[in-house]
């Protein structure tokens, strides 16, 4: 599969993805100023006045707009530290104003003959800068403790810089979705320039989140560190306000020579907010259910390659 048919297939996705639907709002009703002054034109006529002190206050007044809808929720400085939604569903893309989150990830290898190797501990940590953007810190293995024999080449050897600018918000968030990736720290040094858009869609109990980007290798070309796409999805289903059942997939791999090295991994799990400060779940993941004609094998698809994760999330 070549580069142009690979965009011919990504371009139109992320397009459609970050399509701008059009909320139309009804106008607020003009507030009664309390005058029972009629308009010009409007006078009434002589011998109906009302006499003073008798004035009858006008039936059936519409309620002011308080702006309590599901998309003015989701709206930008909305929610707050202490607003902030239990439901996974109804979370915006950025953190509120403000607001720290630590987010830790452990990953425990369940594949036949190596159970526990590797084992993993991924630490991220995001900061509100703006209720439209949040930047972090982010790691992809993070500290690596099975040992050299257990898959780890070293305790720690991978760290991110990320952001995330939020320029829709509502019902559907799109917003700019970009970092820089060292995936290796050790010689030769693994840079690599992310670049993508992150959407998520909320309705009702439901959310769907999309989150495509490619990669441009900045070090290391000659090597074969150059792009890759990836295009992970999830679909959420809040089944209670503190219990929300997700499926994560999605497809990924290098640009060059697509078509036979690309991999789909399917991973189903739950998230539990025990507050709006403190979530606890896990996921069962396949890394490559699918994949192109060099990762047919056996060996690494399928259950054969599999592995638990347990999420801890903190905000502050």
Known sequence: MTKKRIWALVLPF??????????AQDEEPPADDGTGDAAPGDETPPGDETPPGDETPPADTPPADTGGTDMDMNAPGVYTKATWP????????????????????????????????????????????????????????????SGKDGGCAKVYNDVGVDAIFAFMTGNLNVGAHGGIALSSLSDPL???????????????KLAVTADPKVTVGLTERDAGNKESLSLPVQIAFQATPKLAAFLNTGIGGPLDGFGDVFQVPVGVGALFALSNKLDVGGQFLLP????????????????????????????L
């Open 14 to 23: 992320a397009l459609a993805m970050s399509a701008v639907p059009a909320f």
């Open 86 to 145: 239990l439901e996974l569903t109804k979370r915006p893309i950025t953190l509120a104003k403000g607001m720290i989150e630590i987010q830790g990830t452990i990953g425990i290898n369940l594949a036949e003959s190596a159970i526990g190797k590797p084992f993993t501990i991924s630490p991220d940590i995001y900061y509100g800068v703006s209720d439209k953007l949040s930047v972090g810190l982010t790691h992809g293995t993070g500290l690596c403790l």
């Open 190 to 204: 693994l840079a690599g320039l992310n670049v993508g858009v992150l959407v998520k869609f909320m309705s009702g």
């Open 288 to 315: 490559i259910v699918a994949g192109g004609s060099v990762l047919s094998d056996a060996e690494v698809t399928g259950a054969k390659a599999r592995l638990i994760q347990l999420f801890v999330n903190f905000r």
